[in-house]
């Protein structure tokens, strides 16, 4: 989870949340004692949510996509810009509404990353819709639900990595193990590449890699956004892979310091 002073960032659970304060404006009564007029309430609650808005746009513009920040392909696509304003523009409201003791209102907003997603990620070098299921169905099923390898946990808690929207896996070669070619775009964007965790007890866990997934140590490296396996963790990979589904299902979690 990345924070900032009005928000925060979670790769983990795939939501991007930003708080808006203002004022809560005050009139005085007929009888000298100061009340809170409704009417100056909704102001002031529009101009929290327009801030939490505004805010927002700073956050989004520093979330990590593929190590490129989402701003570098903003001023590298106007169209992308555009369609971000309108993601802002319909932020849903995360949680109730907070009055301050300071006499302000605080409205949170948030935005999912399966929407920034849809607008980022790209319809080529993808799995195409279909063909990666076949392919190990008969595998699985003659293999007792007991054994059968769940997911893939790669323990990155000894190195130093940066959460990203679309990360990759290479082997030491840097042969890729673990990408775009390995998945299709819807799944992708609606449940993401890869979940993460701070350890095994985490819900994100199981939702993510079920009950019996493998577990692979990632290897150190230059490169602080994609991870690096050994090669012989890398051919583990692809035959639960080639089993199970387990890499075309996003069956994949790091696990994070």
């Known amino acids: 989870m990345v924070r900032s002073a009005n928000g925060f960032i979670d790769y983990a659970n795939r939501v991007i ?22 009417t100056n309430l909704k102001l002031s609650k529009a101009e929290a949510r327009a801030r939490a808005r505004e805010n927002l746009v700073d956050l989004i513009k520093i979330v990590n996509f593929d ?3 989402v701003s570098e392909l903003m001023l590298d696509d106007r169209v992308i810009e555009s369609r971000i304003e309108s993601l802002i523009s319909s932020a849903f409201q995360q949680g109730e509404i907070e009055y301050l003791e300071d006499n302000q209102v605080a409205i949170a907003l948030a935005v999912k990353m399966s929407g920034l997603a849809e607008i980022l990620v790209d319809a080529e070098g993808y799995l195409k819709e279909g063909l990666s299921k076949p392919a190990y169905l ?15 946990v790669i323990d990155a808690r000894n190195v130093y990595h940066i959460p990203a929207m679309v990360p990759k896996i ?7 193990v673990y990408g775009p070619r390995h998945y299709t775009r819807s799944r992708s964007v609606n449940r993401g590449p890869i979940g993460y965790a701070h350890s095994m007890d985490d819900n994100n866990v199981l939702r993510r890699v079920g009950n019996n997934p ?4 990632v290897k150190s490296g230059s490169d602080d956004i994609n991870l690096v396996v050994s090669n012989s963790d890398a051919i583990r990979i692809r035959d639960a892979d080639k089993k199970f589904g387990v890499l075309s299902d996003c069956r994949v979690l790091v696990l994070l310091q």
Request: glycine letters at 12%.
């Open 17 to 38: 949340v930003c708080r808006g304060t203002a004022d809560i404006e005050q009139k005085q009564s007929g009888d000298g004692t100061l009340d809170v007029v409704g």
């Open 67 to 69: 190590g490129r920040a």
């Open 138 to 152: 008969m595998t699985r099923s003659t293999v007792p639900k007991s054994e059968r390898i769940s997911g893939v």
């Open 170 to 176: 290479f082997n030491e070669d840097y042969n890729l």
């Open 214 to 217: 493998i577990m692979i140590e």
